[in-house]
């Protein structure tokens, strides 16, 4: 159920409406825009008559949500969410500010993590990634650097600047996170409840990936664990799902960019990368993605792909890279740029 206040809400009317609210158990979501402040409820608001409320001076209007996921909600919160990283805010995904998230599949070694950040932050990446802990389908495959992937890329990020990026797989790693910008919840572990929760209770932005079979409804309700919990800065990421087509890697549903922005308030991002599996459609499908209205792209670049220890035949190259970006540009410089609320 939302609450929308009339303009100036009276300060005593308003507390007493607060203090009645709270003592029937339910969760606060305070929305305060230019004009209008939204009190948004969560918990059982079955026993709450619409009609008591409504008859307040202060109130304008009450609207039960029908969706289950409620923090996540753009009713709750009418304005784009904006999640901000690296010394002085400087990246910024949402609201209008579109994140290019860049680098490795995984960390390899120091040299190839340094001539990557240098190069993609050179092209008008805001943020490098790179993943230390590896979920690979093989047990024998590659699995990463573990801790010693996370020291190179903080050697790279006090070198460059730029904010890093890079996967969670248990909560027993997270000692190792304290100086990651941003932690990523990759696909496989979208519906790890217990991880979504001890996520919540931290003050980072969370990389929330698309589950690989599962719905927009689905992904909505994994961010809404994070954010019951408390932590509000959850970045969605479309990164394509498995359907009937084996032409590609996965099939990008990008039809979702444009129904998530309209459901939530949250950034959301495209992987072209792990959604189609092939360099060259890295291209195509990070412009179509830009001109979807998504907020950012998560896009994978090795400085030799050809050598790359994963998922090298979706990797580009640097100077690959930089063509993406530029495209991108003049992609976002012809849509305009998403409305900060609606
Ligand atoms: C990744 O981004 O490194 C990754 C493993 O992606 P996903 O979880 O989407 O497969
Ligand atoms: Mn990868």
Redesign the pocket.
């Known amino acids: 159920m939302i609450i929308i206040l009339k303009e100036q809400p009276e300060k005593t009317q308003f507390d007493n409406l607060v203090t009645w609210l709270k003592s029937m158990n339910l969760k606060i979501h305070l929305s305060e825009g230019e004009k209008t402040t939204i009190l948004g409820l969560v918990g059982d608001t079955s026993e709450i008559d619409p009609d008591l409320i409504n008859a307040l001076d202060i109130v304008e209007a009450v609207r039960r949500i029908s969706e289950p996921y409620k923090n996540a909600n753009r009713k709750f919160h009418p304005l784009d969410t904006v999640i901000e990283a690296g010394e002085h805010g400087e990246s910024k995904i949402g609201g209008g500010n579109f994140g290019l998230i860049a680098g490795p599949?995984?960390v390899e070694s120091e040299e190839q993590v340094l001539e990557i950040a240098e190069k993609v932050k050179a092209s008008g990446a805001g943020f490098l990634?790179g993943?230390a802990f590896?979920?690979r389908t093989s047990p024998y495959s590659f699995q990463g650097m573990r801790g010693t992937g996370i020291e190179i890329l903080l050697k790279a990020k006090q070198i460059t600047g730029l904010p890093i990026v890079t996967?969670i797989m248990d909560m027993s790693q997270i000692e190792l996170f304290e100086d990651v910008d941003v932690i990523?919840v990759?696909?496989?572990?979208m519906q790890n409840f217990e991880m979504l929760k001890e996520l919540g209770h931290i003050d980072k932005p969370i990389l929330l990936?698309?589950g690989?079979s599962s719905t927009m409804e689905e992904l909505l309700m994994s961010a809404e664990y994070i954010m019951a919990g408390g932590n509000e800065k959850v970045i969605l990421?479309e990164?394509?799902i498995r359907t009937f087509e084996t032409a590609t890697r996965n099939t990008l549903d990008l039809s979702i960019v444009p129904l998530l922005k309209e459901k939530t308030h949250l950034p959301v991002i495209v992987?072209p990368?792990?959604a189609t599996g092939i360099r060259e459609l890295v291209l195509p499908m990070a412009m179509a993605a830009a001109a979807a209205g998504a907020d950012g792209l998560?896009i994978?670049v090795h400085n030799d792909p050809e050598h790359a220890l994963c998922?090298g035949p979706q990797s580009l190259t640097p100077a690959q890279f930089d063509t993406v970006a530029a495209a991108v540009r003049k992609i976002r410089d012809v849509v305009s740029a998403p409305e900060g609320g609606r």
Do not use: I, T, W, Y
């Open positions: 599949c995984s990634r993943g590896k979920p996967e990523q990759g696909a496989r572990n990936k698309r690989l990421c990164r394509g992987d990368s792990h998560m994978e998922d």
